[in-house]
């Protein structure tokens, strides 16, 4: 059996981007219907890890380029938080943003984590020249309240649209210091319903979690009243099945939607080596790649283009959030939007496995 990993071209270097291939349209980027619940009004945003120094340190006349680039392509929704960086993020999202209307854009930043600036040694973290805080959990009330208005400090913008708890999850246990159920039922007492009095009071219109594991967006569906979740590593065009057949389905069930993050796996799926935020690349994950890539070529449209409209395809999703480090990433995501997918690759993709036959496509 042939390999379909050999004679592949080679990887790109950081920072630089593969070109968008296929028939461009020309439309605007694609924009959510009205519903009960706040969603983005439009279905593309921007992702603030690597404007947080996430995987490399970017200057901060690179990412105040990158974030005008977003803007300029027609991108308003914009995701935050105090972890990315350690506050750095949001300043440099702050930065561009509190010169436009605040009605123009849709911004998202997150809670569960206070900074404590210091002077000592850095706590060691994902960041690459963070910015000089230390952190500390607190999902309380009074928690919540603090790292709200600490955000809005920050950003140096009058309101947030949407507030995620954060990495409220199995996965991050080792770091929470505790099971994580242990954190929820103090969300559950303190953030949710904090964050559903901030909805009452018109300071945010709209929150939910951002974490990288369904347990806790499930069961705070149980518990409590959220609009919108931000799930990342959990729908891909490598990896959705789980997310496709049972989580989706029950966030649908409750007028809720989803912004999916880490729509690209962290770069895997724009041709890094690279996946999601550990970096390392699952053993299965290279021959799924190249396979869905030589389709791909086949059809004449590039992968990156395939998975992000990919992943904005179902009903349930209200935005994709793929990261940018320079503006010409961002610019090349904003494109892919707007290419003409043939109907026969997705048929293709499906007939060999590499996507669920019941997986949502973009309409021709």
Not at 72 to 86: I, N, Q
Not at 107 to 127: C, D, F, H, N, Y
Request: aromatic residues 8%.
């Amino acid at each position: 059996m042939t390999d379909p990993t050999r004679n592949l071209p080679p990887l790109p270097e950081p920072g630089s981007v593969l070109p968008t291939r296929g028939h461009v349209s020309g439309r605007s980027l694609p924009s959510n219907p009205p519903s009960s619940r706040y969603r983005p009004a439009t279905r593309l945003g921007l992702g603030g890890v690597a404007i947080g120094n996430g995987f490399a340190a970017a200057s901060d006349a690179q990412c105040e380029a990158t974030l005008a680039a977003a803007w300029d392509a027609g991108v308003r929704y914009f995701d935050t938080s105090p972890w990315y960086g350690l506050g750095l993020s949001e300043r440099r999202f702050g930065h561009v943003l509190h010169r436009h209307p605040a009605e123009a854009y849709t911004l998202s930043t997150k809670v569960g984590r206070l900074l404590i600036a210091t002077r000592g040694p850095l706590q060691e973290t994902m960041w690459v020249e963070p910015a000089p805080f230390h952190y500390r959990y607190d999902y309380s009330a009074a928690g919540v309240r603090r790292s709200v208005e600490d955000s809005l400090n920050r950003l140096g913008v009058s309101q947030l649209d949407v507030v995620f708890i954060h990495d409220l999850s199995p996965d991050n246990e080792d770091d929470l210091g505790m099971p994580w159920e242990r954190r929820f039922a103090e969300a559950a007492k303190g953030a949710m319903p904090e964050l559903n009095r901030m909805r009452s009071e018109g300071l945010i219109k709209g929150w939910g979690f951002g974490v990288n594991r369904p347990e806790p967006a499930l069961l705070a569906l149980e518990e409590a009243d959220p609009d919108i979740f931000l799930l990342a590593c959990q729908y891909s065009l490598l990896d959705h099945a789980q997310a496709l057949h049972d989580t989706f389905p029950r966030i649908a069930a409750r007028g809720a939607s989803v912004v999916v993050g880490s729509p690209l796996l962290a770069g895997y799926l724009a041709g890094r080596d690279r996946y999601l935020y550990d970096g390392t690349v699952p053993e299965w994950a290279p021959r799924k790649r190249a396979k869905a890539q030589a389709a791909c070529d086949r059809h004449g449209v590039d992968l990156r283009t395939v998975a992000l409209q990919f992943a904005a395809a179902p009903e349930v999703v209200s935005a994709v959030i793929p990261g940018a480090r320079t503006p010409e990433q961002v610019q090349a995501n904003v494109a892919s939007m707007a290419v003409d997918i043939p109907a026969a690759l997705w048929a293709e993709l499906k007939d060999e496995g590499l996507i669920e036959r019941d997986a949502p496509v973009p309409a021709g």
